[in-house]
């Protein structure tokens, strides 16, 4: 087993067609298994975020992106918060203080699902966090125990795509032989 990933044993009849397609074939046919494979992964991912989250914002930065490499090998598909998603939310004021001098009981932040998503995963250390206006006040801060979503979402689906990659090779594989024999036909 890939570190994080797995890597696609057996099948000795799959990869030998595998290696009679050129290389812009080839990247289409596994970059197209590989999105496939990656949809449930995606999909838990999200469901597990919207347990969690206050906002929703986390959930709706999650995606998908194909990464295929030079090497024309390998394809690979990384699945966490868009590195430039940012949103605008709502959330209940926490600050007594600051919500009677505002008079409202919500505040509106911006959030950057990818900034923050490494420390609901991994969790926090305890230690002195510094808080207040310009950090003049130190406070010992509990840690957090880390929720570990991308890790179990990986676990729960990571037989299904699997399957759904496999099963995506040999598509894949098929459309090209289909339009090689056409236009050995013409």
Known sequence: MAKNG??????????????????????????????????????????????ISRSGALAR??????????????????????????????VPETSFLRAFKTGSAERTIRVKPAKYLHLIERGTKPGPRRVGVAGGMV?????????HIMKRSFDK???QAEALV???LKRGILRIAKRRAKARAR
């Open 166 to 168: 496999k099963k995506g």
């Open 6 to 51: 797995f890597i696609l044993k057996g099948e000795k009849e799959l990869f030998a067609k595998l290696n009679e397609l050129t290389g812009k074939e080839f990247k289409s046919v596994v970059g197209t298994a590989v999105r496939a494979g990656a949809k449930p992964w995606e999909k838990e991912i999200k469901q597990e975020a919207t347990k």
């Open 61 to 90: 930065s999650i995606a998908t992106k194909i990464k295929k490499y030079n090497d024309g090998l390998t394809v690979a598909a990384i699945t966490g918060p868009k590195s430039d998603y940012e949103e605008t939310v709502t």
């Open 139 to 147: 406070v010992q801060h509990p840690g957090t125990k880390g929720k």
């Open 157 to 159: 689906t990571v037989g």
